[in-house]
């Protein structure tokens, strides 16, 4: 079955940073588009920043553009999202997603990690 795990949240202070990790398994790796969402406190989920299955095209949304970077490592069946300069309004439970490559909706999801940024 599949599985997708996130790791490394935690409680920062603003400009200071956090990589997360989102280990996945009983997928094909390489075949998955692979993102990142947040959900912060009474507010709906949104999308923060996707890859592609080689990790050669990369998409951010405009509120994280420039601070956040995306990558993988098809080797290890590995997201990784590195969330530099945050700010309290990034405080959220990030989750990742899959998405097989010919789909249009990611089906995959992980339980999430906490991000606090204090102030």
């Known amino acids: 079955q599949v599985q997708l795990v996130e790791s490394g949240g935690g409680l920062v202070q603003a400009g200071g940073s956090l990589r997360l990790s989102c280990a996945a398994s009983?997928?094909?790796?390489?075949?998955?588009?692979m993102a990142w969402f947040r959900q912060a406190p009474g507010k709906e989920r949104e999308f923060v920043a996707r890859?592609?299955?080689?990790?050669?095209?990369?998409y951010y949304a405009d509120s994280v553009k420039g601070r956040f970077t995306i990558s993988r490592d098809n080797a290890k069946n590995t997201v990784y999202l590195q969330m530099n300069s945050l700010k309290p309004e990034d405080t959220a439970v990030y989750y990742c997603?899959?998405?097989?490559?010919?789909?249009?909706?990611?089906?995959?999801w992980g339980q999430g990690t906490q991000v606090t940024v204090s102030s």
């Open positions: 009983g997928l094909t790796f390489s075949n998955y588009r």
């Open positions: 890859i592609n299955w080689t990790g050669g095209s990369n």
């Open positions: 997603a899959a998405r097989y490559y010919t789909y249009t909706e990611y089906e995959y």
